[in-house]
């Protein structure tokens, strides 16, 4: 007994004189890599891997067609119905045409029908139709519907849309009084007023230049805040001329060290959340509409102002014209200004911008500033990971398949992807290659031959991809990783995600999920790890919706 008792004591001895040997010197960060190192291959060892060989397809090189990719302006609720014949339809951007806090115009435009208008002695109404800036503008620069009337969150989108030559009369600049900023933890601004003094703008970027802050900001192709706080960020580095060298190069500078960049403001107050952002962009209406905010959180005003301005568009008619003007008239009145405020706008009426007008076609050459510099030199690397079990079997197959073709050609030629696809076992049908004409051939025929059958092992999968990143890495260590994962939800065989959660946390690698038929719930769980986005695909505008996910994360 006291024998076996010694042997285990020595053997126990040993055994940390050699785990602590072998880990002398090394970082704990060092050590926590090595550790998810031997437990990816440990888990990549025990499932059951396949190579295809890649198939190739026909690609279409054609420009992206925005108005194919749009879905029915029926998709877009009405807030607001029109009450005669003659009416103007209005699209209004979505913090005032939804409802609740964010539905001021809604009750003022049912007021005004309600108010029996005429227009040389024939009843009048307007139909509101609630519908984000970005998205409205390309609808009506695309040519696929164009109302009467748009009233965007800022004058950017109506410049926007001036330059892409449809008519937009500005009716009033200003319907509702808002502003955008950059909403900061309490204690970072506590920290930064000690330091530098007062916080503004400028001081933020150069502190987000420097890597002392941390922040992330909404998409400027999608997002009226995005936009804004783009051209504020290459304003400050030349405000004379935003697409200078001086300009590019400081955005450039800046953007290397912006660790998040949000499809929407919903998954940006996600992120915020979860503690790994000192500040983000918001609009001043909805921080005051929102407690948690309000209580840890400083606002802080850039850009320009959001003060929602109406457009009159195309070659209206006299009549609906008139309309537009009555209408824009009668949102003036007191009475409706004091409702607003009570629904949190019309605050910080001091705060005067000066950033100055800026053209239509510099706001889109910044766009393509963003899209072609927001990497920072970092190209990325993404595997697709799509389920082909039994219960994506008919539809679901084939709108994933229809979905990934067609918004194939969001990504960027300087990204490398691969595709696996997973049921019962995996398979690896694309290594991860720079998207060339020769690699985007290959995905489209891979993707074009997936078929369905068997059982759904989701995070067999999503070891698999994180497998051939990691390799991919150890080739190519500066490139940032993304896996895109195309799903039902559902898991019935293979790893769960306890057991693979802790390597997701540790290699950071965003997961963005694309539901189809899907349990949502279970792949926003996935995406929630590492802040990414999920996609509710079961829509007519599932390829709209991956072209702007391609067109931010790619």
């Known amino acids: ?9 020595v053997f126990s001895v040993v055994y940390l004189g050699v ?34 060989t890649p198939v190739k397809g026909r690609i279409d090189l054609d420009p992206v067609d925005v108005a194919a990719s749009l879905p029915d302006i029926s998709k ?28 001021w115009l809604t009750d003022v435009a049912k007021e005004f029908n309600k108010a029996k208008m005429t227009v040389n002695g024939v009843p009048v109404s307007v139909k509101l139709r609630n519908i984000a800036s970005g998205t409205a503008a390309d609808y009506i620069r695309s040519g696929k519907y164009v109302p009467d009337a748009f ?9 926007m849309v001036k330059a892409s030559g449809v008519n937009a009369q500005l009716i009033t600049e200003r319907l509702v009084g808002n502003v955008p900023g950059i909403v900061i933890s309490k204690a970072k601004h506590d920290a930064f007023v000690k330091k530098y003094g007062e916080v503004n703008v400028k001081s933020l970027i150069e502190a987000i230049a420097s890597g002392e802050f941390s922040m992330g900001y909404t998409d400027p192709f999608a997002s009226s805040t995005g936009l804004n706080f783009l051209v504020t960020t290459l304003q400050s580095f030349d405000s004379a001329n935003l697409l200078s060298d001086k300009a590019i190069q400081g955005f450039e500078s800046f953007q290397a060290n912006v660790p998040f960049i949000a499809s929407t403001t919903l998954q940006m107050r996600e992120a915020a959340k979860s503690g790994a952002l000192d500040g983000f962009v918001l609009e001043y209406q909805t921080y005051v509409n929102t407690a ?73 050459a910044a766009q393509k500033v963003w899209k ?39 990504l960027g030629r300087e990204n490398s ?22 690699q985007q051939s290959l995905f489209v025929g891979t993707v074009d031959s997936l078929r369905a059958g068997g059982n759904t092992a989701t995070f067999n999968g999503v070891i698999a991809a994180i497998k051939l990143l990691q390799d991919h890495m150890a080739v190519n260590p500066n490139v940032k990783p993304l896996i895109f994962l195309l799903s039902d939800g559902e898991t019935n065989v293979g790893l769960q995600l306890k057991e693979v959660q802790g390597l997701i946390e540790h290699y950071k690698i965003p997961i963005y999920t694309i539901g189809y038929n899907a349990d949502i719930k279970a792949l926003q769980s996935i995406s929630s790890i590492n802040e990414a986005a999920s996609i509710n695909a079961d829509t007519d505008d599932v390829v709209y919706k991956l072209g702007n996910l391609f067109n931010v994360q790619m």
């Open 76 to 103: 877009f609720a009405i807030t607001a119905d029109s009450t005669t014949a003659d009416y103007a339809e209005i699209f209004s951007s979505t913090e005032k045409a939804g409802t609740g806090d964010d539905g």
């Open 1 to 9: 007994m006291i024998t076996g008792i010694f042997l285990v004591l």
């Open 19 to 52: 785990n602590l040997s072998t880990n002398w010197g090394k970082s704990d960060q060092q050590v926590a890599t090595e550790d998810a190192s031997k437990r990816l291959n440990k888990l990549y060892g025990n499932i059951e891997v396949t190579t295809e």
């Open 292 to 364: 948690e905010l309000r209580g840890a959180y400083v606002f802080t005003p850039f850009g320009a102002r959001h003060d929602s301005p109406l457009y009159a568009l195309g070659n209206v008619s006299a009549t609906k014209l008139e309309i537009i003007k009555k209408f824009a008239e009668f949102a003036s009145q007191a009475k409706y200004q004091a409702a607003a405020k009570d629904k949190g706008f019309n605050g910080l009426e001091d705060y005067q911008s000066k950033l100055g007008k800026v053209e239509g076609s510099v706001l889109a």
């Open 151 to 159: 009233t965007p969150s800022n004058q950017m989108w109506g410049e």
């Open 372 to 410: 072609e510099k927001k990497n920072s030199g970092k190209p990325i690397a993404a595997v697709f990971v799509a389920d082909v079990s039994g219960s994506m079997a008919g539809e679901p197959l084939n709108r994933l398949k229809e979905s990934l073709i067609k918004g194939q050609k969001y």
């Open 417 to 438: 992807i691969g595709l696996v696809s997973y049921s019962s076992k995996v398979a690896i049908n694309l290594p991860i290659g720079k998207y060339d004409t020769n």
